[in-house]
């Protein structure tokens, strides 16, 4: 394997998914550049956060024992694989998150969000699944309830009591003496982060925060007829709060992919189809596959459609964002003139000119004139 994720994680190749999870979140530590300052460190940090999305992940787990890489994306319809760095949202990072454990106290040293933070992740739909509703898995890594505490981040034998520092105010007051006199300032405290408590046992495994890395998944219904950019919530599905504070929500934005056939306008579909000149000219009935599973639709080409004109079906484009009607599916018609013409088909559409009075053909030279008579 060209690179060993095992090794950098520090685990066997047996490991659970559960010590997976406690070494990346060891090593984490360790390695972090906050609290690392070897000229490597945010390198091996890196390799890190790769190491443990691939072996927190069993389908990119098997891939990566049985071929030494790590394969496809192994979540599913939803899953994109978050940076840390932008795994928290706007103004919030990896580095963020960890100030707060190394900061010397369970509750960081400037005034810290007890709520969770809203996350986003993207959900790439066919068309086919936007017209028929679909379920699918998202999986992303965020902030998750330490299940070791229950998300309190107290630990065994531990309470929630009084900061000592501000005496659960939450505020600190400091006096300077300068030439003006003695001036007085109120701050956030360092040590309870303004919440005017602490804990006298924190959790060993996430040290007084109530939550952890982790990888989740949660199943989620797209509705039929959903538009490109629309987003759905998942409440309590985001970053989770400090020691049982309430969680945030997960922001799921849709993308839809291109179709090969269909163009979707709002809840229509536009389509084109090639006609031969003489359904074209006579009109005809010809059946087209829709968009919905196993569909069938009967479109009526009008005597002398002409190119590129549009024959509209109604009831047959997107149904509309849960409700039970439909768009309309818009045919463009492309005629298209035969190339290769066999004599009979020749001399059929030369009687038709003839009848119409149109001049066709290109003048015949001598050579051609003396074989069409010796023919």
């Known amino acids: 394997m060209a690179v060993d994720y095992y090794k950098t994680l520090e685990v066997s190749q047996d490991a659970n998914e559960t010590e997976i999870k406690k070494a990346f979140y060891r090593r984490a530590r ?14 091996r940090f890196k390799e890190l956060n790769e190491a443990y999305d691939v072996l927190s992940d069993s389908n990119k787990r098997a891939h990566y024992d049985r071929f030494g890489t790590a394969g496809g994306s192994g979540g599913g319809g939803g899953y994109q694989y978050v940076d840390f760095d932008d795994l928290f949202g706007s103004g919030f990072g990896m580095g963020d998150l960890f100030s707060q454990f190394f900061g010397g106290s369970a509750y960081g040293r400037t005034a810290v969000r007890k709520e969770g933070r809203d996350m986003g992740v993207g959900l790439k739909l066919t068309l086919e699944e936007v017209a028929t509703g679909t379920k699918k898995e998202l999986v992303y890594d965020r902030l998750a309830p330490c299940e070791t505490c229950d998300g309190t981040g107290v630990g065994a034998g531990g309470k929630t009591v009084e900061c000592g520092s501000c005496h659960g105010s939450g505020r600190v007051v400091t006096v300077q003496r300068t030439f003006l006199g003695d001036m007085q300032t109120q701050t956030t405290c360092r040590d309870c982060g303004g919440t005017g408590k602490a804990i006298d046992i924190p959790c060993p495994d996430c040290d007084g925060q109530g939550r952890l890395p982790d990888r989740q998944r949660v199943n989620i219904d797209v509705p039929h007829g959903i538009r490109d950019g629309q987003q759905l919530r998942l409440s309590g599905y985001g970053e989770a709060g400090m020691h049982g504070a309430p969680a945030g ?9 291109p179709h090969r056939e269909f163009k979707r306008d709002g809840d229509n579909l536009h ?15 010809i059946t087209i596959p829709g968009i919905m599973p196993d569909e069938k639709i009967e479109v009526e080409i009008p005597q002398g459609c002409q190119n590129d004109q549009v024959v509209r079906v109604r009831g047959y484009g997107l149904p509309r964002f849960k409700k039970e009607t439909r768009g309309d599916l818009s045919v463009h018609v492309r005629v298209v003139i035969p190339k290769n013409l066999t004599k009979r088909q020749t001399e059929l559409l030369e009687e038709l000119a003839r009848e119409f009075g149109d001049e066709v053909g290109a003048k015949k030279g001598l050579g051609q004139r003396l074989k069409d008579a010796l023919s």
Do not use: F, M, Y
């Open 30 to 43: 360790e390695l972090h550049p906050d609290v690392n300052k070897a000229p490597d460190a945010e390198e």
């Open 249 to 257: 929500n997960l922001i799921v934005t849709v993308r839809i992919e």
């Open 271 to 285: 389509v084109s189809r090639d006609i031969p000149i003489t359904q074209a000219t006579l009109g005809a009935r």
